[in-house]
């Protein structure tokens, strides 16, 4: 079996006695950016996670936070925005400026994902509980068209790219379906692939090395790969284990992997390609996941207790 080693490490206390959703991504400089919300939406903030001093923070409160994702701007900065009861919220994700001009607040939002529009800007998805796919300039927060609609209450959703500025939307509902329209356009991709009779309440897109697909998780916590094109299931159905409350995907060493934690606290991870799974000790409820520039990856995750812990993660060289 493959193995992961820990590299290096850091961890600090996020100020609270429970669970908080980290958040990694890139800055302009090329370095690793993390921020972390609460689920009941008492606080926003950003860390230094080498020292665990919190860089800036907003604590002024909103309706519970359901998701958060990083939206890089064409001007070099990066945006946070933010899923809430409400809407969304965005916040400027390197200084901290809270950009109440680009709130939206009509119906709650469960997931995020981040695509590019046809002429290659960013674009916010967001999976509504009122059954749409709502699209955002990833820049002016301005809404692009109507809902892309579906079925009952839309949980998750992703973008998968392909060639050029092409892509393809992908999102998931409370009946267990999952619904794919072409970013260029907004048609539908032909019938909604019965993913199972639960809820799907994570997509995530795979790295693609040629191969297009995603991952759905649902309500009894069981990942299913797909081929986003053809629609059709690929390998055999992961059964995690527990309950699952975050997914993470990225790439090691040109190896797409799919990475696991939930209410055991116990960090999973497999191969995306073929489902086998990759040994790694790690323990946390969330993870989140982004490729570090040495073609290992860095795994934020937080523990019951409020603790984050960064890890640069890469294979063993001897079980590869």
Known sequence: MRELVALETAAFFSGFGHVVMPLLGTGPDGRPLLCSFGPDGSEVARWDFHTGKRLWCYDEGMSGCNDGVFVRRRDGGVSLAVATEDGIEWWDALTGEYRPELTWEEATIWDLAVGKQPDGRPVLLGACHDGGIYRWDGETGESLGAPLRGHRVMMAVSF????????????????????????????????????????????????????????????????????????????????????????????????????????????????????????????????HAVDAPDGGALLAVCTSRGEVVVTRYAFHPSRF
């Open 160 to 287: 998968v790219s392909l060639t050029g500025n092409a892509g393809v939307i992908v999102a998931g509902d409370d009946a267990g379906r999952i619904w794919r329209w072409d970013s260029l356009n907004g048609e539908p991709m032909g019938e909604p692939l019965v993913g199972d009779a639960s809820q799907i309440r994570m997509i995530e897109a795979l790295p693609a090395n040629g191969n297009p697909l995603i991952v759905s998780r649902d309500q009894d916590s069981n990942l299913q790969r797909w081929n986003v094109i053809t629609g059709m299931p690929v390998g055999q159905v992961i059964n995690t284990g527990t309950d699952v409350h975050g997914l993470a995907v990225t790439e090691l060493d040109g190896v797409a992997v799919l990475i696991a934690a939930g209410a055991d606290e116990t960090v999973r991870v497999w191969d995306a390609g073929t489902g086998q799974p990759i040994q790694l000790s790690g323990q946390g409820v969330v993870v």
